[in-house]
């Protein structure tokens, strides 16, 4: 079954709150992992982990590095899930 | 065809004595920051590191190796002229051949015991304590030195804002003899020599040699680099944390011992980051005291599970007879962990 949009943002913003404790309701698509929500280079990793077990994707390290928003991450588990 | 009649050795081998080398000379991270456009918040959240021990010029890898190894040899209660073999786990002896082991052997006053360097990185202690639980095993020793011990600070690019703050220098040492019982489980190890290029030596020492030096590094006044150990953080991260996990499982189900009945956690110490991350994708029940040496040692590579394991013994965070997971990873990549019983 293919997530929706929205189901993949509310995914995210959980994972988010878990790894590094931003209030869920701060995670939205425009928002910068880096710059706006704390998620330095290595929790980046602890959020692609858990998203891929989540949404069933598998996201390598060379795609990491352009998911600079939650929207950019959003796109490519749309476009990648299984 | 003849009859070839096997050596005599102990079923069982255990670690029988620990002892460490930290070098004099702690550097903070205000003096790391001199090279580099970081901060010490910096720092600190992404590897946990607030000092670490660089040696000084009469601190080689020899004389840290000889002060880790005399206090293992102690611990152990033991005499140098029992140990049978001697290895060294070291990526930062600067000399081809003879071998480190060698020198060591003779300057303990072995008896002549077999003495061997290996290349294993971080996991340098736990293929050393394999191959020491084979030799005992099969009978070539009765007691096996194991010495990881590192310079990594003579492999430190201190002008690299990614890996000058990680890397310490010192020496571990354990002695292995035979145990009435099991007191080392099975080892879970391997390599994966795909992702070779994830940590390594920035130049092969044979680039200076040839004289072709265009493409070698340079520092900002023109001068060749020395070799440094560069990695990529994120790939590394992910493997240590998640893979390293499994072989971690792996080892805790091998040696039949449940997280429940675990004692101690001794994890390769790289990164405070890795070993949190670790301890919570294991799922470690709150009673296991983990190590977490790397706030004040850095990382030294072959050399920081026994460090960690001594101070952890000398401090009480931890006790004789405590069960304890070791696991070791890095350069290569190569991995290994074990359960062991702590001398």
């Known amino acids: ?82 | 065809m003849s009859k070839i009649k096997p050596g005599k050795g102990s079923p069982y081998a255990r670690i029988l004595g620990v002892g460490g080398y930290r070098p004099t000379r702690v550097v903070p991270n205000e003096e790391i920051l001199q090279h580099i456009d970081s901060s010490d918040e910096w720092i600190r959240s992404r590897s946990g590191i607030a000092t670490r021990h660089w040696a000084g010029p009469e601190e080689t890898v020899a004389e840290m190796s000889l002060e880790a190894a005399g206090k293992a040899i102690a611990n152990a209660g033991i005499s140098a002229q029992q140990i049978g073999a001697v290895i060294i786990s070291t990526v930062s002896h600067f000399k081809q051949t003879p071998s480190i082991a060698t020198e060591i052997a003779h300057r303990l006053g072995t008896e002549k015991a077999a003495a061997f360097d290996i290349s294993a990185a971080c996991a340098g202690f736990g293929y050393g304590l394999t191959i020491a639980k084979g030799l005992i095993s099969e009978g070539s020793a009765e007691y096996v030195l194991v010495v990881g011990v590192e310079r990594l600070s003579d492999l430190t690019d201190v002008t690299d804002r990614s890996t000058a703050f990680l890397f310490g220098d010192g020496a571990g040492a354990v002695v292995v003899g035979p145990s009435a019982e099991p007191a080392m489980g099975p080892t879970v190890w391997g390599s994966e020599g795909d992702k070779a290029d994830t940590i390594t030596q920035t130049v092969a020492w044979d680039r200076f040699r040839v004289g072709d030096v265009a493409e070698l590094p340079v520092s900002e006044d023109g001068e060749l680099k020395f070799p440094a150990i560069r990695q990529e953080g994120q790939t590394v991260f992910r493997w240590a944390v998640f893979e390293m996990a499994k072989v971690a499982q792996q080892a805790l189900d091998a040696a039949g011992v449940s997280p429940e009945d675990l004692d101690v956690f001794i994890p390769h110490q790289a990164n405070m980051r890795i070993i949190d991350s670790m301890v919570k994708t294991l799922k470690l029940p709150e009673n296991v005291v983990v190590a977490r040496d790397v706030e004040t040692t850095g990382n030294t590579s072959a050399a920081s599970i026994p460090l960690a394991m001594e101070r952890m013994l000398a401090t009480g965070a931890a006790k004789s007879g405590d069960t304890a997971l070791i696991i070791g990873f890095g350069a290569g990549l190569v991995y290994a962990a074990t359960v062991v019983t702590l001398p």
């Open chain 1, 1 to 82: 079954m293919a997530y929706t949009q929205d189901e993949i943002v509310k995914g995210l913003a959980e994972i988010v709150n878990e790894i590094a404790g931003i209030p869920v309701e701060e995670v939205k698509i425009d928002k910068s992992f880096t710059d706006d929500l704390d998620v330095d280079s290595l929790s980046m990793v602890e959020v692609v982990v858990a998203a891929e077990e989540r949404f069933d994707v598998k996201i390598p390290d060379e795609d990491v590095k352009n998911l600079k928003t939650v929207g950019d991450a959003t796109d490519y588990i749309l476009k990648h899930q299984g």
